[in-house]
């Protein structure tokens, strides 16, 4: 997983939403990493992935940690009960920038007033006409897909764990 991310969890394992924060959504969760470490301190976390082919292999990190995982579409995954979470670490920028008006409307269904969208703003040096994925992206993409309903909270750097020319960020933002 994500150094910053672990890091943060260790910190406050709420993520700044008090103790009463229990679901998290990690969509594009890949194999699932985030989600293992989302689990371990405490989350009760729902991983989803277009790549069915990836659930045998999260299938056994997931099932004892109780976590979830759906072969689906995350831009159009709907669940009953909402999210105190919705974690993102390399899916926003998986997304075609034309599409991430979609990535808004996903927290707009799922996170529950007063949770977070996190994201780790990557690649934040990339220029979009290098295309993708991973397409660039600034705090300000995430700020605009997500639009009003949501205020940003913090955006600050991260500990360096990518391509050494292109910037991460922490980006958190609260659902009003």
């Known amino acids: 997983p994500h150094p910053d991310l672990v890091a943060r969890l260790g910190e406050d394992r709420h993520l700044g939403l008090g103790n009463?924060?229990?679901r998290a959504l990690v969509p594009g969760c890949g194999l699932g990493h985030d989600a293992e470490a989302l689990a371990k301190a405490g989350w009760e976390?729902?991983?989803v992935d277009f790549a069915a082919e990836l659930e045998p292999l999260v299938r056994g990190r997931f099932g004892p940690l109780g976590c979830r995982f759906f072969a689906e579409d995350a831009?159009?995954?709907s669940d009953d009960e909402p999210y105190d979470l919705l974690f993102d670490h390399t899916f926003f920028c998986a997304v075609h920038p034309e599409d991430r008006p979609k990535f808004g409307d996903l927290a707009a269904r799922l996170v529950k007033p007063g949770g977070r969208v996190c994201s780790i703003v990557f690649p934040a040096g990339k220029q979009t006409e290098?295309?993708?994925p991973p397409w660039g992206m600034v705090t300000e993409d995430l700020a605009s897909?997500?639009?009003p309903d949501f205020d940003r909270v913090e955006d600050s750097p991260v500990t360096y764990c990518g391509h050494p020319s292109w910037?991460?960020?922490w980006a958190s933002f609260a659902r009003a």
Do not use: D
Request: hydrophobic fraction near 45%; charged fraction near 20%; glycine fraction near 16%.
């Open 20 to 22: 009463n924060a229990r």
């Open 167 to 169: 910037e991460e960020r």
């Open 145 to 147: 897909a997500l639009g």
């Open 75 to 77: 831009l159009t995954f």
């Open 45 to 47: 976390v729902t991983a």
């Open 130 to 132: 290098a295309g993708g």
